[in-house]
């Protein structure tokens, strides 16, 4: 029987299968130490989005970025013909502690926000260099807002973000990742 379970003696691997799709999983930072791990990974799938995109763990101190686990995450996406999907640019958890000294000075946070942005989509993004696209890395989506809505109650999620802009943070930010980078697909992801 294959990976699929469909019984038949064909051989292969489920990104094989994918064709034109993504078959994708998320990339456990610690993953460089664990062989196997990494091994199927790069076999299995043509799609990862990495932990080492989340705000807290990208900018610890305002304005000093530790992009070595993400470059690391990018490089190893290339080297197995695999794409990438940047998760996530703003969500209420995991976020810097720094960030809560900002509640409800709305200027500056905005600022912060469009600032955080512009440089996470700006180191990935693609440049076109010569008339031929030379790749900074593969982030062809982000996923620009992450769990803005309550599970519960279907309304905006109680967050530094909501608590300070309401709904208007959601906009400004596909608005600074679509400058960013045009050329990057974005979403809400839920």
């Not at 763990?57 to 996406?77: H, K, M, S, T």
């Not at 180191?123 to 010569?130: G, P, Q, S, T």
């Not at 959601?170 to 697909?185: G, L, V």
Request: charged share 20%; glycine share 8%; hydrophobic share 40%.
């Amino acid at each position: 029987m294959n990976m699929l379970g469909t019984g038949s003696s064909s051989e292969g691997h489920l990104r094989d299968h994918a064709k034109q799709k993504y078959i994708g999983t998320s990339f456990r930072t610690d993953a460089f130490s664990d062989q196997k791990y990494l091994e199927i990974l790069g076999q299995e799938f043509n799609c990862v989005s990495c932990e080492a995109l989340i705000w807290g763990f990208l900018e610890p101190v305002r304005g000093q970025y530790n992009w070595g686990p993400a470059d690391n995450v990018v490089a190893y996406g290339e080297q197995h013909n695999m794409t990438i999907r940047g998760h996530n640019l703003i969500w209420h958890e995991l976020l810097p502690t720094w960030i809560a000294g900002l509640e409800g000075k709305k200027a500056e946070l905005e600022q912060v926000m469009k600032d955080h942005i512009n440089t996470v989509v700006g180191h990935f993004k693609v440049i076109n260099n010569k008339n031929m696209f030379q790749f900074i890395g593969k982030i062809y989506a982000w996923d620009v807002v992450n769990e803005a809505i309550d599970e519960v109650s279907g309304e905006l999620r109680d967050s530094i973000w909501s608590r300070t802009f309401n709904y208007s943070f959601i906009e400004e930010a596909f608005r600074t990742a679509h400058a960013a980078d045009p050329n990057a697909k974005l979403y809400i992801n839920e």
